[in-house]
């Protein structure tokens, strides 16, 4: 069964960073195309980055410069250093994965998901 879990969101000022982690587990993580999505309240689903089995990296314009996405396959875990955070950057944040298609606007789509970690960036 697949399972993910994330961990490191929080409450930080404008300007500050945050690392957000993934670990993955019932399924072989190196295989498959992971990504984060973010939900606010009373928002859609917005994709924010990807990365493929091979590294490479997808990400939304909004983050493109800030946000870093990798992945461990060792270890098994994602991960996404966030850098320079605004307000709009606060929501629930997703780690994802699927093994069909990639990339960082399919991310909402993908087929496995955890419970979400909230980012709070206040002004």
């Known amino acids: 069964q697949v399972q993910l879990v994330e961990s490191g969101g929080g409450s930080v000022q404008a300007g500050g960073s945050l690392r957000l982690s993934c670990a993955a587990s019932g399924y072989t993580a190196s295989s498959y195309c992971m990504g984060w999505f973010r939900q606010a309240r009373g928002k859609e689903r917005e994709g924010v980055a990807a990365?493929?089995?091979?590294?490479?990296?997808m990400y939304a314009d909004s983050v493109k410069g800030r946000f870093t996405i990798s992945r461990d396959n060792a270890k098994s875990t994602l991960y996404l250093q966030m850098n320079s955070l605004q307000p709009e950057d606060t929501s629930m944040y997703y780690c994802?994965?699927?093994?069909?298609?990639?990339?960082?606007?399919?991310?909402?789509?993908?087929?496995?998901y955890g419970q979400g970690t909230q980012v709070t960036v206040s002004s």
């Open positions: 994802a994965a699927d093994a069909r298609f990639c990339g960082w606007h399919l991310v909402p789509q993908f087929a496995y």
């Open positions: 990365i493929t089995s091979t590294g490479y990296t």
